[in-house]
């Protein structure tokens, strides 16, 4: 699975292009806390491929129809999480991929320790 991950890691490269919105000119600033995703989808994605690299170090198994479920996510959020139409439905399904990824995570490690 980590892996796949490093396809996540290619898709923002290749379109991460983060814009300036909410600029107001007559104040001469303004603040736009609605998309937590735009700032820190790259911070996380690599997140998910640390801890997957360390699953597959130990050796453990994660469970297959999650795992896909998770790149399903992870995937939609790389691809959109620059576009301010999406932003709010990206943020659900950011905050969904990462609760996933702990169930994943912590599925495996459980899994480990009891065999």
């Excluded at 909410?22 to 736009?32: H, L, P, Q, R, S």
């Excluded at 130990?58 to 932003?87: E, G, M, P, Q, W």
Aim: proline share 0%.
């Amino acid at each position: 699975m980590y892996l796949i991950i490093l396809l996540c890691l290619t898709l923002l490269i290749r379109f991460s292009e983060i814009e300036n919105y909410g600029f107001n000119k007559t104040v001469g600033w303004a603040y736009d806390f609605s998309g937590f995703t735009m700032y820190y989808v790259k911070y996380i994605v690599f997140a998910f491929f640390i801890g997957y690299l360390f699953l597959a170090i130990i050796k453990a198994k994660t469970n297959y129809i999650l795992s896909i479920i998770h790149f399903i996510l992870i995937a939609f959020c790389c691809l959109f999480f620059d576009n301010v139409r999406y932003i709010r439905i990206v943020d659900t399904i950011a905050i969904i991929g990462i609760v996933v990824y702990v169930v994943i995570f912590l599925n495996a490690l459980f899994w480990k320790m009891k065999t």
